[in-house]
């Protein structure tokens, strides 16, 4: 029996829910599935918190800048891409290591600073993004949806602000994570409150820093969190499209060197794809996987456990898809075009009699620059018009 669903609300109505919905991410009048079925539109009052996290980057034209925030801009961004993608992805996500329900709790903490929702919301759709990768249910597919709707406009979209409970059991029958998941707004605010208030602090305690209160909110909010954002947003939209592919995987997800070092080594996208248990992206020592060490590290201190490695058969395949790869690499570069190999045949031949001939030939070396131009002895300069 086909359920029954509310009709679409009326432009204000979808307004005034939007707004409610910056506080209560679960606000779902009509039911979260009406939402999810509508078609894809941009919801513009409920993305201004995210223009606005635009928009306060050039409050650095009022703040300026200082080494302290800049820094502290740099370290924020990789300490949180490390919460996106340790945390949020390899933890919440795909559950490829374990830790107690404390420490879970103080990891979707941890998660929230990166601004990107509540970690159930951020697992529902990625765990839906592998189910459905690049075919046209993909929320984020850039062969589906196009370049900036895979980067940047997929977020804005109604019907993709309700988190499916349904779909991630094991992580909604925790009641604290669907609490942090749906008031995702509160970490946030603290996150940038401290950042505020810690500028506060220096410009008491250590003036000769330069940096104060506006400047840190600006590097340390709204400028590392837009640019985390948008790194984190590359492996949507560039993963797929931007480096190669190991494995024939379903999908078109790629390996990039470039894009693991933005990310701390989901740039190894394709590996992922092909295996996604596993605590770690990078297959081999020389694909870089900043995530993996610094969860191995974690793990020495009993903070989590239980890491999870790429089993035996996925190694072995990825070496003989690498040996295939180097075979028909070696059989590209010795190809030749049909039209031109019988050319071919005959260049070498050609080329070798040259050479002999020239070596042979009475020929006048040659001379250094402007020795060229000079006479050569024997030979008349201006020699008289034959009569
Ligand atoms: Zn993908
Ligand atoms: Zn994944």
Redesign the pocket.
């Known amino acids: 029996m086909s359920e029954v669903l509310a009709p679409p609300p009326r432009p204000l109505q979808r307004a005034v829910s939007a707004l409610i919905q910056w506080f209560d991410s679960d606000h779902t009048p009509g039911g979260a599935d009406r939402m999810r079925q509508e078609p894809d539109r941009v919801d513009w009052v409920r993305c201004i918190p995210f223009i606005v996290l635009h928009a306060g980057c050039l409050g650095v034209i009022w703040t300026g800048a200082s080494a302290t925030a800049v820094w502290t801009a740099v370290g924020l961004y990789f300490l949180r891409m490390f919460a996106v993608t340790g945390i949020y992805?390899?933890y919440f996500?795909?559950k490829t290591y374990s830790t107690s329900r404390a420490g879970q709790f103080l990891l979707a903490l941890w998660g929230g600073t990166t601004v990107q929702r509540g970690a159930l919301w951020w697992a529902y759709h990625?765990?839906h993004?592998?189910r459905h990768s690049d075919d046209p249910e993909d929320a984020h597919s850039p062969h589906v949806h196009g370049f900036w709707w895979s980067h940047i406009g997929w977020i804005t979209s109604r019907r993709n602000f309700p988190t499916d409970y349904s779909t991630i059991r094991d992580l909604a029958k925790y009641p604290e994570l669907v609490w942090l998941n749906r008031f995702d707004t509160v970490v946030p605010a603290l996150f940038a409150l401290s950042l505020f208030g810690a500028g506060a602090a220096l410009e008491t305690w250590a003036p000769g820093l330069g940096a104060d209160r506006w400047q840190m909110l600006v590097w340390g909010f709204f400028i590392s969190t837009t640019a985390l954002f948008h790194g984190t947003s590359c492996i949507n939209s560039m993963a797929h499209l931007m480096g190669r592919r190991r494995f024939k995987t379903s999908d078109d997800s790629r390996n990039s060197f470039i894009l693991a070092i933005i990310c701390l080594g989901e740039g190894w996208h394709n590996n992922?794809?092909r295996y996604?248990s596993s605590t770690r992206n990078g297959f081999y020592w020389w694909e870089i996987d900043p995530t993996y060490y610094g969860l191995k590290v974690l793990s020495w201190t009993g903070f989590i456990w239980g890491l999870k490695p790429v089993p035996r058969s996925i190694m072995e395949e990825a070496a003989r898809a690498d040996h295939e790869a180097s075979i028909s690499a070696a059989q590209r570069a010795s190809a030749v075009h049909p039209e031109l190999s019988p050319l071919a045949k005959v260049m070498p031949a050609a080329a070798a009699i040259a050479v002999a001939t020239a070596a042979q030939a009475d020929l006048p070396k040659k001379a250094d620059g402007p020795a060229l131009h000079q006479n050569v002895p024997g030979q008349v300069e201006n020699p008289p018009p034959s009569a």
């Open positions: 992805h390899r996500s795909h990625h765990r993004h592998h992922h794809h996604q």
